[in-house]
């Protein structure tokens, strides 16, 4: 089995804070990977230089072999990753049918003067990618809400609609920032299914979760990391037993509860 | 080298107009993140009412007095009516709002007063002075000595009183200066009273050498508005930078170059500092929060 | 059938600019309207770089500038005819704006805003100054597009005025069905997107880099025919075309109305226009009113005059 993504002692710094230190791990296709650590651990610093919009101070990023370290977002998109956000960057004034579409843009976009004269190519483009979007959207139960304003939604549907629109993209390697963060049970539970369904189709999924029972149920392989190291990593079974695993968490949760105390 | 002395010492003095304007731009940028396209109105509003308040028999002093607290009270009058109403607006709509209010100042300023050039007397007589071959008009001096006392007062200001550091603050943050108790409701009406006053002052300065009339304003917001951007915005240091190399550079454009693409050479370099560093001589990087 | 709303937009402006001369006590609205529609033009170019991708130019009259100097220049120097002079100015303004538009397009917010702002001073200082060719401050004379006696000669005998309306009113409702194909097509997608969030539209793989320079591509070639139908109509132009003021009045046209509406920035453009018309009694008034509008919308109605008359004709239906 060949190595989806690899990451190779990644690191970088905000104005000479060390935000992530050498983290390196790898995820194959169809794998779930899990990176979990207590909040300001440097998660989703390392999804955005995973995804190009941080650079990486050091280290390298491989997709598939090739070495795609701090190459633009939309050309990692071209060569198979797809990502979401954890504070949600939806298209705020489209209706979610078209934030859904806006997913499929590289099979859709074409001549910009076909665009400008509504050529039938460019009509038959946005068909094909609108089509495609129904689907989606179908699938992440989103269907009936598909010709309202995207800025409307629920934030749980708001999640649901940016797994969707990272889906469009056909991805091989998806990155998902906190998807069940802010939904309630039963919501979390089909965002469960959605993701296993996507890893079963060859999907690598590289994951960013604060739901534990989530974590431990889907992933393969969990990262930990803490202030921008890793600490461990390994099967939920191994990693929920290591020391500084529960040294982390609980360090945190008794600061985390004297600063609310 | 006469002739260089001359355009530096020429440079100087424009830049110097610059610098305050610039400046005037920072303090508002700074308090609301609004740049406003007004700004110019109030260096010709400084000008306008010291010229006809002079002229209603007032003496220059007091009437240059006046310029600067009535149009202090028009900048606290357009933050409170177009600018706190409009909190929260894009940036496009914000840049309409101040140039709505520059072109309704300009169309007050007309109706009120008129649409002649005027002038009023130099402080210290039109005998140039003559400096290393070159020379000087004491009003010049007079403008450098303005911005310098401004920035030096602005600089004592900020650093030792409790109202200036809590402007900084507010400017720094503004959901942690309201935590710790500041009125930053207050803090803008001070900065848009502050601005203004410093442009109307500008006005009252230079008036005597370029003379004013209604429509001066535009060119004065263009120039200063460039020479903050190139200092870096938000950057009182970057604005007196800037307001100063912009008046050099438009010196020297006019005086070796061509005195009709003086205006262009400032532009031009405008854009190759936005090309080059996005952010300024001074100004910090930002990064986009995901 | 149930028609899409580019139909209607087109349907509606057609109905306008069709049925407003049945209701015109002279002639001289004729003159009104085709201003309306240049302008109407020019804007539709600026509903696409600010209403669709969320890009702000304060230099675009530099564009127009250029359209309308190729339609006066091009005749005289180069014998071109006036048709072929306005497909130049077109070109260059295109090319120009492609060139520059990549380290411009980089800036955001304020940063674009001065960046363009120079860009557009810069051209016009050129007009103003380069005299020996371009007349300078006082303007030149601009050659006839001839059009009206081809039609003429074939049977249609139309006024100046009548021809200048109708030639400049199709000029608008081409310009707005392209704009209109633009909206839903995947190009303007991407536009609409990365307004909405330049990092998402990154990552679902729009260069985002190269949908804004399309967008300000075309909104100069907009503002260049635009700039060309002012020069041919009026037969003279004087810098003005391309200066500061001109800029601004594009970009409060399209905000005023609501630039992210074709037919809203359109029906800014004719506020905007016939403002000073109505005023003619009291000119000296124009200035301070014109400020007061431009102040007053942004702050009551922020999506702009016809979006916020349209909900509130809306909420009294309901």
């Known amino acids: 089995m060949t190595v989806l993504l690899e990451i190779e002692g990644l690191g970088i710094s905000f104005g000479g804070l060390r935000a992530v230190n050498d983290v390196s791990f790898r995820v194959n296709p169809g794998e779930i990977v899990s990176v979990i650590g207590p909040n300001g651990a440097g998660k989703t610093t390392l999804f955005n230089m995973i995804s190009g919009i941080y650079k990486p101070g050091a280290g390298r990023v491989r997709l598939m072999g090739e070495d795609v370290t701090g190459i633009s977002p939309h050309l990692l998109a071209r060569r198979g990753m797809s990502r979401t956000f ?70 749980g549907a708001l999640k649901r609609l940016e797994i969707a629109r990272a889906l469009a993209l056909n991805p091989k390697v998806l990155l998902l920032d906190e998807p069940a963060a802010g939904c309630n049970a039963v919501e979390t539970e089909e965002i469960d299914h959605l993701i296993a369904e996507v890893a079963a189709s060859g999907v ?14 889907i992933s393969r392989h969990i990262v930990v990391l803490d202030h921008g190291e890793k600490i461990a ?12 695993v529960i040294e982390a968490y609980l360090g945190t949760q008794a600061e985390d509860a004297h600063a609310h105390g | 080298m006469p002739e260089l002395m001359q355009f530096l010492l020429s440079g100087v003095t424009v830049g110097a107009v610059y610098a305050l304007v610039a400046l005037g731009f920072t303090i508002i940028y700074n308090a609301s993140d609004v740049v406003n396209f007004a700004q110019g109105e109030f260096v010709m509003l400084g000008g306008m009412v010291t010229v006809f308040a ?28 177009a600018i706190e109403p409009a909190r929260g607006a894009p940036v496009v709509s914000l840049i309409i709002i101040t140039i709505g209010a520059s072109i309704f100042i300009r169309g007050v300023t007309q109706l009120v007063f008129d649409k002649q050039l005027h002038r009023f007397p130099a402080f210290s007589g039109d005998e140039p002075i003559r400096v290393l071959g070159a020379t000087i008009l004491p009003q010049s001096l007079w403008v450098i000595a303005g911005a310098v006392a401004v920035f030096v007062g602005l600089w004592l200001f900020f650093t030792r009183t409790l109202i200036g550091r809590a402007v900084l603050a507010t400017s720094n943050n503004r959901l942690a200066a309201r935590l ?63 307001g100063i190399l912009l008046g050099l550079l438009e010196a020297l454009t006019a005086g070796y170059v061509s005195s009709q693409y003086k205006d262009a050479a400032a532009f031009v370099v405008i854009l190759a500092v936005l090309f080059a560093m996005p952010q300024g001589l001074f100004g910090k990087k930002s990064t986009d929060r995901v | 059938m149930r028609l899409s709303e580019k139909q209607w937009t087109l349907l509606i402006l057609a109905a306008l600019i069709a049925l407003s001369p049945f209701f015109f006590p002279s002639s001289y609205y004729y003159r009104v309207g085709s201003l309306i529609f240049v302008n109407g033009l020019a804007v539709t170019g600026i509903v696409i770089l600010t209403g669709y991708a969320g890009q702000i130019s304060l230099g675009h009259a530099g564009f127009a500038g250029i359209g309308a100097y190729a339609c006066a220049l091009a005749p005289a120097h180069l014998g071109l005819h006036p048709a072929l002079a306005l497909v130049l100015g077109a070109a260059i303004s295109g090319v120009l704006a492609f060139l ?56 249609l005998d139309l006024s100046n005025t009548e021809f200048w309306y109708a ?6 409702l081409i310009g707005a069905w392209l704009a209109l194909n633009l909206h839903d097509s995947p190009t303007g997608r991407a536009l609409r997107a990365l307004h909405g969030s330049e990092i998402a539209a990154r990552t679902v793989g729009i260069d985002v880099a190269r949908a804004k320079l399309a967008a300000f591509v075309i909104s100069a070639v907009y503002a260049s025919v635009s700039g060309s139908l002012l020069a041919l109509q009026n037969r003279f132009i004087t810098p003005d075309v391309a200066g500061y003021m001109h800029s601004i009045e594009m970009v409060t046209m399209a905000v005023l ?37 431009m102040m007053l919308v942004m702050i009551f109605m922020r999506q702009g005059l016809l979006p916020s008359v349209l909900r509130l004709i809306r909420g009294r239906g309901e």
Request: aromatic fraction near 4%; charged fraction near 15%; charge should be neutral.
């Open chain 3, 257 to 293: 109305g609501g630039a992210g509406s074709v037919l809203g920035a359109i029906f800014g453009a004719g506020i905007l226009t016939m403002l000073p018309q109505v005023l003619t009694v009291f000119a000296e008034y124009e200035q301070l009113m014109l400020g007061l509008v």
């Open chain 1, 204 to 217: 690598a999924i590289l994951l960013v979760e604060h739901d534990m029972k989530m974590v431990m149920r």
């Open chain 1, 86 to 155: 954890q504070n949600l960057q939806i298209f705020q004034s489209m209706t979610v049918l078209e934030n859904a579409v806006a997913g499929y843009h590289l099979q859709e976009s074409g001549s910009v003067l076909a665009d400008l004269l509504g050529l039938p190519a460019s009509r038959r483009r946005a068909a094909a990618a609108r089509e495609g979007a129904r689907q989606l959207l179908e699938r992440v139960d989103l269907a009936r809400a598909a010709e309202m304003e995207a800025g409307s939604l629920s934030y």
């Open chain 2, 54 to 81: 002079h002229h209603a028999g007032l003496p220059l002093p007091l009437a240059a007095l006046i310029a600067i607290l009535s149009t202090a009270g028009i900048g606290v009058a357009l933050n409170k009516l």
């Open chain 2, 180 to 242: 710790v108790g500041i009125n930053t409701g207050w803090v803008m009406t001070l900065s848009f009273a502050l601005s203004a006053g410093i442009g109307a002052l500008a006005g009252v300065l230079v008036t005597p050498i370029t003379l004013v009339s209604y429509d001066v304003g535009i060119a004065l917001a263009l120039k200063g508005f460039a020479a903050a951007m190139l200092g870096g915005m938000g950057n009182p240091k970057g604005a007196l930078v800037g």
């Open chain 1, 233 to 244: 990593e390994g099967d939920p079974a191994t990693v929920s037993r290591n020391p500084k």
């Open chain 3, 167 to 172: 030639f400049t009113g199709l000029a608008l």
């Open chain 3, 100 to 155: 520059v538009g990549r380290p411009i397009l980089r800036l955001k917010g304020y940063y674009l805003a001065v960046a363009s702002l120079g860009l557009g001073i810069l051209v016009a200082m050129a007009l103003a100054n380069e005299s020996w060719i371009t007349g300078g401050p006082d303007g030149i004379k601009v050659a006839d597009l001839g059009l009206r006696a081809v039609l003429k000669s074939q049977g």
